[in-house]
């Protein structure tokens, strides 16, 4: 009877940990999915302010006899120019391994995570793709540091690909759980690399702002108020993407080994909030950048 109660009593210490823990994933997963919201929102800055930047620059993209079918994405407002389809791609990397992630701790089917590798799959071979555009047009001091940029992403992408390509072949959650762990680092990778890449997006997005004043021209109070804006923008990305790296470090920890109760609430929760106060901050400033 004690032996009885004994496990009895185990079993349900066991279950009310995996209950927090998932509890606490869901936390972190909502507090993630605003910020890849608000990354998105500025990865539609970061589009329009790349395609306005190639269409001063490029001859041919105004030509009344000329059509290059290489700079289409440039050309049409379809679809994102390619230095923004590079990084919004590596942006959906980490959104499927997060919900790789997330699934695969909440007890989703392996048939089921195996559809969100496929997604994962699929971006980065877009990624891939779209990292050519930018090295065969990139032109002028801004474009350059973009391209320089991408191909240090490239390098990311072109090594994850066959490690993704050969988990598709899994069908089992232990496999998917042994992939998560030791693909971790070039997830986190990306993370820091688009953290890093702040520096090549900011003179993007301020190039229109500052083309007169290094004309020799006078720099308006509006154009000035707009850079300062676009500076706080990205530091609110920066304090995204850098809480998001150290919840993941959290989570893949969580997945190599079931975490205490303490750890969890001391660690996912804490992050989410940070998450979400930085993601508040970016919309409010691109608020600002709409109405201007």
């Known amino acids: 009877m004690r032996r009885l109660i ?52 490029y001859k041919y993209a105004r030509s009344a006899t000329h059509f290059e079918p290489g700079l289409a994405r440039f050309l049409t407002d379809s679809v994102d120019p390619p230095g923004t389809a590079a990084f919004r791609g590596a942006l959906q990397v980490i959104k499927a391994y997060n919900d790789l992630l997330y699934g695969l701790e909440s007890g989703q089917t392996a048939q089921t995570l195996a559809a969100k590798l496929s997604a994962m799959e699929s971006a980065t071979s877009s990624s891939i793709v779209a990292v050519g555009g930018v090295a065969a047009t990139a032109t002028g001091a801004n474009a350059a540091s973009l391209a320089t940029s991408m191909a240090a992403l490239d390098k990311i992408f072109q090594t994850l690909l066959p490690f993704i390509q050969l988990g598709l072949k899994y069908r089992a959650q232990q496999e998917f759980r042994t992939f998560l762990v030791q693909n971790y680092g070039l997830v986190r990778d990306l993370l820091l690399h688009l953290r890093n890449g702040t520096s090549a997006i900011f003179p993007v997005l301020t190039a229109a702002s500052v083309r007169e004043f290094n004309d020799g021209g006078a720099m308006s109070a509006e154009d000035s108020k707009r850079i300062e804006t676009y500076r706080k923008l990205l530091a609110d990305w920066v304090i995204l993407l850098e809480v998001t790296i150290k919840a993941l470090d959290r989570a893949k920890a969580a997945a190599e080994a079931p975490p205490t109760l303490v750890d969890n609430v001391t660690g996912l929760t804490a992050f989410a909030i940070e998450m979400e106060t930085a993601a508040k901050s970016a919309k409010t400033n691109l608020a600002k950048l709409a109405t201007k």
């Open 6 to 57: 004994a496990c009895s009593l185990f079993f349900l210490l066991m279950v009310g940990c995996a209950s927090i823990s998932v509890q606490e994933f869901e936390v972190y997963k909502t507090a993630f999915d605003k910020t890849n919201e608000a990354s998105t929102a500025i990865l539609d800055q970061l589009a329009l302010q790349e395609r306005a930047l190639f269409l001063r620059h």
